[in-house]
């Protein structure tokens, strides 16, 4: 390789990394909808946050949104979301958003919607109106022809039992949806010491299973170091046993995401595991599930 092509290269991987370590969640003077330049999507991930007044039934130790100030809108406005996602999808297929100093950089490859996703600052499914907000995404996304892009509900899968989640649901599974349930543990225990809730770690597998008995699912694990020590090679050997107990139960599980903290983190005794502790992770996880396919995702949490 010539030295202006190793230059071009690293430029490129520069300009790359860049694009990727913005995690902002804030887009002109939206409240709702925003973009983001996505290493997991492989492209631009439309985020639509349906918890803007910042409340989860989780409490994740690594949660990185900001819960010390008052968030400025409670309450979803579902007009508003619809104005402010046509808007962006109109100005994402027009081109104009690459105009936009924040997205000049963005090599070729990376301009394309890969999706768009119900991802805020709190459990999407557990909003009242969440099979209205699938609806419509499902119809702008037609009406803006985006037929390849996916529709992804990355969900705690806490209330998917509720009236109306599974039928919402289905219907984004119609229209290229994908599902990526949070699972980060393998015991009750280490459960709770990580994503600290009251609901019992018990359901939110029955709920993974069930889902994953209709639809394939992806699984997102986040491996981080608590108070310097990362998953315990026993705890991560009963996660492994979780997965076996959904796919032997009968439910689909296109494949797991194994990621580490790149943001701020709701408490600082949380830490990143190496990019070497995540192979090791997911070399087990090839070890023992070799039929699941596993995506690692370094240093980075988009
Ligand atoms: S489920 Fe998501 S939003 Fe809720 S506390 Fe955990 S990381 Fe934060």
Redesign the pocket.
């Known amino acids: 390789m010539s030295e202006m092509n190793e230059k071009k290269t690293d430029h490129h991987l520069d300009v790359v990394q860049k694009v990727f370590s913005d995690h902002s969640r804030s887009w002109e003077n939206y409240t709702y909808v925003y973009p983001v330049i996505s290493r997991r999507s492989g492209g631009m991930s439309v985020g639509i946050n349906l918890n803007v007044n910042n409340a989860?039934n989780?409490?994740?130790i690594?949660?990185c949104?900001d819960r010390s100030t008052e968030p400025e809108v409670k309450k979803v406005d579902l007009t508003v979301v619809r104005h402010e996602l046509d808007s962006l999808l109109g100005e994402i297929v027009s081109g104009k958003i690459w105009e936009h100093e924040k997205f000049i950089d963005v090599p070729d490859s990376l301009r394309r919607v890969n999706d768009i996703a119900f991802s805020g600052?709190?459990?999407p499914t557990t909003y009242s109106g969440f099979g209205e907000a699938v609806r419509m995404v499902i119809e702008l996304k037609t009406k803006h022809q985006l037929d390849d892009s996916k529709i992804v509900l990355i969900t705690?899968a806490t209330v998917l039992g509720r009236d109306g989640v599974i039928e919402a649901i289905d219907e984004m599974m119609a229209h290229e949806g994908e599902i990526w349930a949070?699972l980060d543990a393998g015991t009750e225990a280490y459960f709770q010491l990580v994503?600290r809730t009251r609901v019992p770690f018990e359901k939110v597998l029955k709920n993974i299973e069930s889902i994953a008995e209709m639809h394939d699912v992806v699984i997102q694990t986040m491996l981080m170091k608590v108070l310097d020590q990362p998953m315990p090679a026993s705890e991560f050997d009963a996660y492994i046993d979780r997965l076996d107990d959904i796919i032997r139960n009968g439910g689909s599980i296109k494949g797991v995401q194994l990621y580490s903290v790149a943001r701020q983190t709701a408490e600082d005794y949380v830490q990143p595991v190496s990019d070497e502790q995540l192979d090791n992770f997911a070399a087990k996880l090839n070890e023992r599930l070799p039929n699941l396919p596993v995506d690692v995702f370094y240093g980075v949490s988009n």
């Open positions: 989860c989780f409490d994740c690594y949660c949104v600052n709190g459990e705690n949070k994503d």
